[in-house]
């Protein structure tokens, strides 16, 4: 299993937006074949600093995932919005108890 997580930077004047535009992004990649999970946070001591956790069943999933519509239309869309350039972590699970 591969899990990610994207720290997103968002503008506050594109907040509310950019939350909306999520749900398309969520409700797609929820529905791929490889997807585990696939959720928005928002971290609660850094306002307009989000993070999207994913899981994933493998690498070829991942890979599959940023190929979509969904994906492509979704970093079109909002990627004038953040204050900073998202850092994405990929993380390995290699004990799932």
Request: proline share 5%; aromatic share 12%.
């Amino acid at each position: 299993m591969m899990i990610i997580h994207a720290f997103i930077y968002v503008n506050p004047e594109h907040r509310e937006l950019f939350i909306e535009k999520s749900k398309h992004i969520i409700e797609h990649s929820q529905a791929e074949e490889g997807n585990i999970s696939y959720e928005l946070f928002e971290q609660s001591s850094e306002p307009n600093t989000f993070v999207m956790l994913e899981e994933w069943k493998d690498l070829a999933a991942i890979e599959f995932h940023n190929e979509t519509p969904h994906f492509k239309k979704f970093i079109q869309e909002t990627g004038g919005m953040f204050s900073q350039p998202p850092k994405v972590k990929r993380f390995e699970v290699i004990q799932n108890s």
